[in-house]
């Protein structure tokens, strides 16, 4: 995943890379004559190099922003300031949401890990932690919204 546009952050300039290289031969328009930057997983790294070179995106300053983009296929070039980024979900509200879709076909194990969180001891949080991160292995540790509920014990 591709880390949004964020000055505060080093691989919020990521996105940057969707706009493209562009074509340098003669006649050619820095809009629409761009090549891809393919590898989509060296965009976070990039553009940490690029934050400890100094480099920081200031949206305030932008005349256009870019729309879609990713491996193989360039992001749209669009006039005018980007738009306003939309909050990013704590890990609160993405537990939330997981209890919500696991709720549908587990129901019990959704008040368990409810009723653990409100009322139950270190041992139990600990234990139901150590559940959910052995979980998360067999699944792959990507899975944010495993992830969350971990975090979620914690509060």
């Given at each position: 995943?591709?880390?949004?546009?964020?000055?505060e952050?080093?691989q919020g300039m990521?996105?940057v890379?969707?706009?493209?290289i562009?074509?340098f031969?003669p006649?050619?328009?820095?809009?629409?004559?761009?090549q891809?930057?393919?590898?989509?997983?060296?965009?976070g790294p990039?553009?940490e190099?690029?934050w400890?070179l100094?480099?920081?995106?200031h949206?305030e300053?932008?005349t256009h922003?870019?729309?879609?983009?990713?491996q193989?296929s360039?992001?749209?070039?669009?006039e005018g300031?980007p738009?306003?980024?939309?909050?990013?979900?704590t890990?609160?509200q993405?537990?939330?949401?997981v209890?919500?879709?696991?709720a549908?076909?587990?129901?019990?194990?959704?008040?368990?890990?409810k009723?653990?969180?409100?009322?139950?001891t270190?041992?139990?949080?600990?234990a139901?932690?150590?559940?959910l991160?052995s979980?998360?292995?067999?699944?792959?540790?990507e899975?944010?919204g495993?992830e969350?509920l971990?975090e979620y014990?914690?509060d």
């Amino acid at each position: 995943m591709i880390h949004p546009p964020d000055p505060e952050h080093p691989q919020g300039m990521a996105f940057v890379m969707g706009a493209g290289i562009v074509d340098f031969r003669p006649g050619r328009s820095i809009i629409s004559d761009r090549q891809p930057i393919a590898v989509v997983q060296a965009w976070g790294p990039t553009s940490e190099l690029w934050w400890k070179l100094g480099l920081r995106y200031h949206p305030e300053l932008a005349t256009h922003h870019l729309k879609g983009g990713g491996q193989w296929s360039l992001a749209e070039l669009v006039e005018g300031p980007p738009p306003a980024p939309e909050p990013a979900m704590t890990n609160e509200q993405i537990a939330e949401k997981v209890l919500e879709i696991v709720a549908e076909t587990k129901p019990e194990f959704v008040q368990s890990i409810k009723n653990i969180r409100e009322s139950g001891t270190e041992e139990q949080k600990a234990a139901a932690r150590k559940r959910l991160e052995s979980e998360m292995n067999r699944l792959g540790s990507e899975i944010t919204g495993l992830e969350a509920l971990t975090e979620y014990l914690e509060d």
